[in-house]
């Protein structure tokens, strides 16, 4: 199917216009996506900081006081109780006035001058399961930590050395990963949520049969309709990434072009499916509603953003791989905080293409621009 450039343009020109008279859709398509990437940037935040540890130090010597420092050094734990008995921790636990509870009991520092094993406790809240379980890792690395520094006080050597470095995300910050889910996240919401006004629109205001009486084509339309908001997609991608990266020091490693591609790829199914739902329900209420539905919850849940897929059920599994969000969040993520290049990304290019085209198809398919 050929397309007439000419009618193409008017097409576009026309949907500017309208764009430009309608406020609400201005400020979804630019400041919506920027909100709710720095709310959401905030809100979600798996960093565990400021954990409030009580201290029940039964030993009273320079051991089990080093040992309280190393906590409190460590910058994750403030003390906020020290206490006499172990009986004192569950009433604090209980009011939630403590996270964690560390117990030291007599006999700490005799058994660790003899190079004996000198237990202690840790006693955490575990109704918070994920808090709970970072403030272990954190206590077990303190006192592994510690453990090693009174071997090498006795021995001057250790056999075994273990250097450990985190690649890409050296800080383990909760933001170099959120971040770019949450781009994806929001493109896909708000881009499917833009274009499903368009056409629907066009039916409620009484436009269509001038439309209809036109002669351009279905593609024209389509495309017409989609590219002013392809620009915005694209202003708004890169203001996201630039929010990212000043705002929560997400790095960029990557090739600009490289995600420039992927997002207009990314973008182009988004539009599409906007505009399919549009040409298909015909109210901009109902097209609204639809598109909530059909984005949010899974770019939300089923793509990587913020629950990892390895650990779903089976069959969310299966359904995650139709979400397109899921293939944008690992070129994102590839892109900024790996620097990767198009060879690691080939499949997930692939299946952008993909979704590209099938949402295109279906606008296309779906447009009719016949009146009943």
């Known amino acids: ?7 193409l343009a008017a097409v576009t020109r026309k949907e500017i216009i309208q764009l430009r008279r ?111 379980s970072i403030s272990l890792n954190y206590a077990t690395a303190i006192v592994t930590a510690y453990s090693t520094r009174v071997m090498l006080g ?65 593609l024209e339309v389509i495309l017409g309709k989609l590219l002013p908001y392809l620009g915005i997609g694209l202003i708004d991608v890169t203001a996201v990434v630039l929010l990212g990266m000043f705002v929560f ?14 997002a207009l790829l990314f973008l182009l199914g988004s539009l599409g499916l906007g505009i399919f739902i549009s040409a298909a329900v015909k109210s901009q209420l109902l097209a609204t509603q639809t598109a909530m539905v059909a984005t949010y919850l899974p770019s939300t849940i089923l793509s990587g953003a913020i629950f990892d897929i390895a650990s779903m059920p ?8 139709v979400v397109p969000a899921r293939y944008f969040i690992v070129a994102l993520r590839g892109v900024l905080l790996k620097g990767v290049g198009l060879d690691q990304l080939a499949a997930q290019g692939a ?11 279906l606008a296309v398919r779906a447009f009719r621009k016949e009146i009943a």
Not at 192 to 218: D, N
């Open 1 to 7: 199917m050929l397309i007439n450039l000419g009618r």
């Open 22 to 132: 309608d406020p609400r859709s201005l400020a979804m398509a630019f400041l919506v996506p920027a909100v709710m990437v720095v709310f959401f940037g905030y809100i979600i935040n798996f960093d565990v900081k400021d954990i409030r540890l009580a201290i029940v130090d039964q030993d009273h010597t320079m051991a089990s006081r080093e040992l309280v420092q190393a906590f409190v050094g460590a910058g994750r734990f403030r003390v906020t109780a020290r206490l006499d008995r172990p009986g004192d921790v569950d009433p604090l636990l209980l009011r939630g006035s403590i996270r964690m509870a560390l117990i030291i009991p007599p006999g700490f520092e005799r058994e660790l001058a003899s190079l004996r094993p000198a237990p202690v406790e840790g006693i955490v809240d575990g109704a918070d399961a994920n808090t709970a």
């Open 154 to 218: 006795h021995t001057q050597a250790m056999p075994i050395a273990l250097q450990s470095r985190v690649w890409y995300n050296e800080s383990l910050e909760s933001a170099p990963m959120i971040v770019p889910g949450l781009v994806a996240m929001v493109m896909m919401i708000i881009a499917t949520m833009l274009t499903s006004l368009t056409v629907a629109r066009e039916w409620e205001r009484g436009t269509m049969e001038q439309l209809a009486a036109t002669p351009v084509s279905r």
């Open 249 to 262: 020091q997400v790095p960029f490693r990557g090739n600009p072009l490289l995600l420039a591609a992927m």
């Open 314 to 321: 089976l069959a969310l599994r299966a359904i995650s791989v």
């Open 351 to 361: 299946a952008m293409l993909a979704y590209a085209v099938i949402g295109l198809g």
